[in-house]
């Protein structure tokens, strides 16, 4: 029995409502916000794991229109995170605060905020008075981390706020050394950063805008493509777990493609996935049941039938009547009357209201003889014969009819496969055939005048005749009439196996982005690509610290395989003989949240914290850098045209004049 994979078809479980505990409420007790793209992890840093993990969507349902009539349509309620349980009904209204990987839509992360904090239990009136951990992307624009800043101490009177970096705070979590290549896989972007001696080198970083959401965008076509009968059932949350549970990283990707051009290795490695399916209901009638059900429906119908031409027959003489009262009116001479009466019922002149009258009467007739026929035949009319082939109801006879109807069939082809075999070889020169033909005509040739007074001459002809090897109707109408038979009666698949997904190469397709994203045209390079680039900006000795210890993090190098593709991509770009080693972390989802509540939990926490004060002196921009931050630099004052528009006494608008070559 082969192995069938069932898709679960998770469902979120809304998140409940936490207790806001006295020991948070009045402990000054830092929160932890790991705001990934994907998903979004918060908690207590107190807390041995995140209160809420949710997905960072967002789905504003569409207003009602469908009821006119009712009251003015009523707004939905915004569903966020966990809330959404079913995702593929609002699938086409979701949308996120992430543009890539950095936060772009305030107005959407306010609405998460909101959700966070009263998940959270927080009931202080018009404020959140916890210092707060904040994740953001690698190098994130300072515009981005200003907004930020004001929703939180503008829009929730935070006292405090630290920013740190997802992969950098996963990569000290782990513990392994102050120097490494942190290779970060997200949902959007796949980072490449090197740390020497714990200084982040952040012009030698590079950023490859794919991940997650590319994989599962690509597999989703691959299948769409693949199975185009089941386009809706192929879903995006289908493909996602698809993408989660049965894809991985090939160690050699273009030989395991060869491996799958093998018939044998196909039947013995294809994953089938079974697709939901209905088995449909049957009626469980027997055939004496049905043929009952099919007389009582051609009663019905004889029934509906003389109703009808009742209804008919009365309209009719109904008309009739009103026609014979006005043709009474011009036998009466009233001409004004009959002009006006005519008018309503169509008719221009009294020869057309006569051949109208003589229509009437003639279809009045013909519909009382067929009430008559109809009464007397009391008994409803059996169907008529469909001109298919009915088989025996008892079931061991019904085997045997079934044996004997493939038989007839196959008969049937043999018979006009040799035909066509017959004609191939005859059109062929060099053929036993071809060499009989030509005889007989020659001995026609040399027959002489005399040829045709006797039967058997005749005979030469239908030889030569190609007609005798070609397709009889009779055969063809039999051959439809058996084909009609067996696809009707005789034993199919189960629909089930109509409803499977066969994954033969795709599994390994769409991780494989991840080194080729030109199989999805994108034209940036691949991750060993990038990451042999980054070691060319290094000195060997640094090199080698990079190379002995490249660290896996994020979401995406869950796949299985991917270590060990690393592995032998350093072997192939590294000196002969050098030392390497890839690194995985122990949780690379949940990582960073770990890393970034020791660092709350830290005696140092508030030194690297940003106060209100440092906001409002500093600006939105500002950043306090400490090991797992981005490295602040302050945005440049902007270019002021005219020297008129700059504020008197500012030294920090930088003055130019422009000179234009005309």
Known sequence: MEDVLVLKDYKTVPDIVHEYAPTVKFGHIPLVIDNGSYQCRVGWSINDDPNLIFKNLIARPRKDRCKKDAEPPVTPPIQIGNDIINIEAVRFQLKTQFDKNVVTHFEAQELVCDYIFSHLGIDNDGSVPHPIVMTEAFVTPNYCRQLMSELLFEGYGVPAVSYGVDSLYSFYKNDI???????????????????????????????????????????????????????????????????????????????????????????????????????????????????????????????????????????????????????????????????EAIKSFEIKNFGELQKQIANLHARIEKNKQRIAAAANNEEPLEPRPSGRMQPPTDPDAFQVWLEDTRNKYREIMSRREARRARRAATVKRRTAAAAERMRAISRLA??????????????????????????????????????????EHEHQRPSEQHRQLHLAIEPLRAPELMFQPSMMGNLEAGLHETMEYVFKHFSPEDQLLLANNVFLTGGCSQFPGLKERLERELLEMRPFQSTHKVVMATNPSLDAWYGARDFACSNEFENWCISKEDYYEMGGEYLKEHHASNRYQKSPAPIVLDNALAPAGDANVLKEEIVVDC
């Open 446 to 487: 040399a027959a002489g005048d005399d040829f045709g007074a006797k039967d058997e001459d005749w005979d030469a002809y239908k030889s030569l005749s190609r007609d005798a090897d070609s397709d009889s109707e009779a055969d063809g109408e039999r051959l439809v009439e058996l084909e009609v038979a067996l696809r």
């Open 177 to 339: 050394g102050d120097s490494g290549l942190i290779i970060n896989c997200g949902y959007h972007t796949i980072h490449i950063i090197p740390v020497i001696r714990g200084n982040v080198i952040a012009e030698h970083a590079r950023r490859i805008n794919l991940g997650g959401s590319e994989m599962i965008f690509y597999l989703h076509k691959l299948l769409q493509l693949k199975y185009p009968v089941h386009v809706n059932a192929i879903t995006m949350s289908r493909i996602e777990e698809i993408l989660h549970e049965h894809c991985s990283i090939a160690l050699d990707y273009q030989g395991e493609i060869r491996k799958w051009s093998s018939p044998d290795y196909y039947e013995a490695n294809v994953k089938r996935v079974q697709l939901p399916f209905v088995q449909p209901a049957t009626s469980g009638l027997t055939a004496e049941q049905q043929k009952e059900r099919k007389k009582e429906m051609a009663r019905r119908l004889l029934e509906i039938n003389a109703r009808k031409r009742e209804e008919r027959l009365a309209e009719d003489e109904e008309q009739l009547n009103q026609l014979l009262i006005i043709q009474e009116l011009i036998e009466e001479g009233s001409i004004d009357e009959f002009n």
